[in-house]
């Protein structure tokens, strides 16, 4: 209905014009008890149906639209009709519109100088049988409503555009970290593979060909997770196909193994009762131990880490330690790079928390909360 009244709006204003020409025939006749009708319905009709041609002109000139409604409404107060909102209808919508395409101060400082027109006519040239409180109030009451109504209809439109804007810079940003998280893992990986083959092509050709095989895997690997990152931008819908080259904690294993051929030994163990989590929260996880261990092979000097699922009631804990020096103050320094600013935002994005930092014994570990079910954790464990 929305969409097809923005398509037409000549048909959406003769359908309102025809609608309010049928309540000013019901407000001509509006009397009080006890008193006869003083004046013929025919004016009424008359001056709501102008009203109703100047209505129009509020999609381009809204305050031209309150002026002129405004005056066909003093008109009809000073012939003595009594003001109903069947009556003043025009001017309602005219305020109506206003307020919704214009800022709060202009729309009541319109409204509230029709409010005191309309009053002022009524005192000093009403029906006499019309109670002053009615002359009073009653403009009052039918006018305020549409301005506050379209205020709100602004309000909430403005809402809505931010919360739109605010969702694309959301978008936007995950498909960042994504990209990062993909280039940085393979090239780091391809990187070191490459200086194995040339170290080896000469003294150990069997082990430079073999390393050169899986070479190739991990750029054909970064091209497939590449496309299917760069797909997102394109795709309109389908999201069951996404979903299934999403990865996630399944292919942890898969994972640790890449790393072989880098010269790293990860090691991954589990604690508790393995239980499935969330999608956007299994890729966080997949994508936070992911980068965790490219930082440890770029910047760390160890050919070992380990990697530790524990499973709560409530949480799963993610760690993954290394024994090893910084090398070149990397993950030394939490505060550089991109990787664990988008370690951090993957963890606030489901609602968990994350922490970075050397241990005590030596080397570096980050840990990583994130909610088995729906819902942030407790601020207090931040602390910890």
């Not at 002053?132 to 602004?154: D, E, H, I, N, V």
């Not at 797909?231 to 890449?258: F, N, V």
């Not at 261990?293 to 990697?307: D, E, G, P, Q």
């Amino acid at each position: 209905m929305q969409r097809y009244a923005f398509r037409h709006p000549r048909v959406t204003d003769v359908a309102g014009a025809t609608a309010l020409i049928g309540c000013s025939l019901l407000g001509s006749n509006v009397t009080l008890p006890g008193h006869a009708l003083d004046v013929s319905m025919w004016p009424g009709v008359l001056l709501t149906g102008l009203s109703c041609v100047f209505l129009p002109c509020r999609r381009s000139h809204p305050r031209t639209a309150v002026v002129l409604t405004t005056a066909c409404a003093m008109a009809l107060v000073a012939l003595g009709y009594i003001v109903t909102m069947l009556l003043l209808g025009p001017l309602m919508v005219a305020l109506f519109w206003l307020a919704k395409h214009t800022r709060r101060g202009v729309a009541y400082s319109f409204a509230l100088g029709s409010i005191v027109l309309l009053v002022a006519t009524g005192t000093l040239d009403g029906a006499p049988s019309e109670p002053l409180l009615f002359r009073t109030l009653g403009p009052t009451a039918w006018l305020l409503l549409p301005t506050a109504l379209g205020t709100a209809s602004r309000i909430y439109r403005a809402f809505l555009e931010e919360e739109a804007r605010r969702r694309v810079g959301d978008e936007r940003m995950r498909i960042a970290r994504d990209l990062h998280d993909v280039v940085a893992h393979h090239l780091v990986l391809a990187k070191l593979q490459a200086g194995a083959v040339a170290r080896l092509v000469g003294p150990r050709p069997a082990k430079a060909e073999q390393l050169a095989i899986e070479l190739t895997g991990t750029t054909t690997m970064a091209l497939s997770e590449l496309k299917a990152t760069v797909g997102l931008l394109r795709r309109a819908g389908a999201p069951g196909e996404s979903a299934a080259r999403t990865p996630g904690l399944a292919q942890l294993h898969e994972l640790a193994a890449t790393f072989r051929s880098a010269g790293l030994t990860v090691a991954v163990s589990e604690e508790g009762v393995a239980q499935p989590l969330a999608a956007g929260a299994d890729l966080s996880a997949y994508r936070i131990v992911q980068e965790a261990l490219t930082n440890v092979t770029k910047h760390a000097t160890t050919t070992s880490a380990a990697v530790r699922l524990v499973y709560l009631d409530d949480r799963l804990c993610i760690s993954v330690t290394n024994d090893g020096s910084a090398r070149n103050a990397g993950p030394s320094a939490p505060s550089g790079g991109y990787g664990l600013i988008g370690m951090r935002e993957r963890a606030r994005a489901v609602g968990g928390l994350l922490r970075v930092g050397s241990r005590e014994q030596g080397g570096f570990e980050v840990v990583a909360e994130l909610p088995l079910r729906q819902g942030a954790l407790h601020e207090e464990r931040t602390a910890s």
